[in-house]
């Protein structure tokens, strides 16, 4: 068996305060296609860092080719339990004033000049976050203007706050923006439901929406994963929209789905059909939303390691009770699933499979180990 060097996501030390108000590790796992005896194999990989007098090292890295042993999170072992698995996560509104962290971000910077045009374009950039609310409210941020024209500071001024005044350590932004990123339960991306919080992510990124880049309300906490899988992209219509965890939930009403292919092997393919209450631009935006942070391929990943270790109990139960006992135990793991979120993975997963009388009469045995 031949197998690729086993990398991970290299980066920089973000300085002893973030460790010491954040974490002091870091953890990530992705996907990747490798070569295990002359074929391409998808692979899950995790790896755990830990920082050490300003350096991240590599502590653990785990491996799980499917049919391999089930996933695992590298934090089981020190009591950390990952919360569950759910598409989207819904964030409460920050209530760190859009003004005073303008003004206190503005005031940070020894240019003279800088600074009093800054704190003379104050004034317009508040009306402009005051039609952010509104456009919140109507989930129309479509609909925000690019740009504030004939303002005392440029856009490249504005859009330079953030990591001169924000994003940077000590700096006078910097506490909004570790309240923010602190504001994820559990430290899981609001976005995906699985990653870890690793930056802030603009909902309307500041490269086009300059005078938006600080306002904490467009601030998202976001794992690195969509934040990069995002990038520049902004809407140009209501449906284009993804989520915005501050102003969206979509907890409640079930849109998230799955099939199951039984045919040499099992497979599950995710897919999103929005209940019939919904209008049409809201099922434009799950649609989106799913496609842009290209959430079937990460929950494709997660069912199949699911699937690798249900094998051998399926088969004992099939041997006990027929396809009716493989049906009625995916059954209540799927009804277990589903009270603790309607739109994970897992939930999809279960229930899908419970229904399939291919897999439980006996299709279960194609499962890759
Ligand atoms: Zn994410």
New binding site residues.
């Given amino acids: 068996m031949r197998m690729g060097p086993a990398t991970v996501g290299r980066g920089s030390c973000r300085g002893p305060a973030y460790h010491r108000d954040v974490r002091r590790e870091r953890w990530r796992t992705h996907t990747r296609d490798i070569w295990i005896g002359g074929h391409s194999q998808r692979i899950s990989q995790t790896s755990v860092r830990s920082c050490h007098g300003g350096k991240w090292k590599l502590r653990q890295s785990h491996r799980n080719v499917r049919g391999a042993a089930r996933f695992r999170s590298p934090r089981d072992s020190t009591g950390f339990k990952p919360p569950p698995l759910v598409a989207m996560i819904s964030l409460p509104v920050p209530t760190t004033s859009a003004r005073s962290t303008f003004l206190r971000c503005a005031a940070n910077t020894t240019n003279g000049d800088l600074g009093h045009r800054l704190e003379q374009s104050a004034k317009h950039v508040m009306l402009a976050a005051k039609t952010y609310l509104k456009a919140s409210n109507s989930k129309t941020w479509n609909s925000l203007p690019h740009s504030i024209q004939t303002l005392p500071a440029t856009d490249d001024e504005l859009r330079a706050l953030y990591p001169r005044t924000m994003s940077a350590l000590g700096r006078a932004g910097r506490p909004v923006y570790d309240a923010i990123f602190n504001s994820a339960p559990n430290g899981v ?1 609001p ?2 439901g ?2 870890k919080v690793f930056t802030l992510d603009h909902y309307l990124p500041r490269s086009v929406y300059a005078h938006f880049a600080i306002l904490p309300i467009n601030l998202v906490p ?2 690195r ?2 934040n990069f899988a995002k990038r520049e992209r902004h809407p140009s219509n209501p449906g284009d929209q993804t989520f915005h965890p501050y102003f969206d939930n979509v907890q409640g009403d079930r849109w998230l789905f799955c099939d199951v292919i039984v045919t040499g092997g099992v497979s599950l393919r995710y897919y999103v059909d929005p209940p019939n209450g919904w209008t049409k631009v809201q099922a434009q935006r799950v649609a989106r939303h799913f496609e842009v ?1 290209r959430l079937a391929e990460s929950f494709t990943t997660y069912a199949a390691n699911e699937l690798s270790s249900l094998k051998a109990r399926l088969r004992i139960l099939f041997g006990r009770g027929g396809e009716k006992m493989v049906a009625d135990d995916l059954g209540l793991e799927a009804t277990s699933s589903r009270q603790a979120n309607l739109n994970s993975w897992k939930t999809a997963a279960y229930e899908a499979l419970s229904q399939s009388k291919v897999f439980c009469g006996g299709g279960f045995e194609q499962i890759a180990m």
């Fill in positions: 991306c976005l995906c699985q990653g976001s794992c994963d969509c942070f």
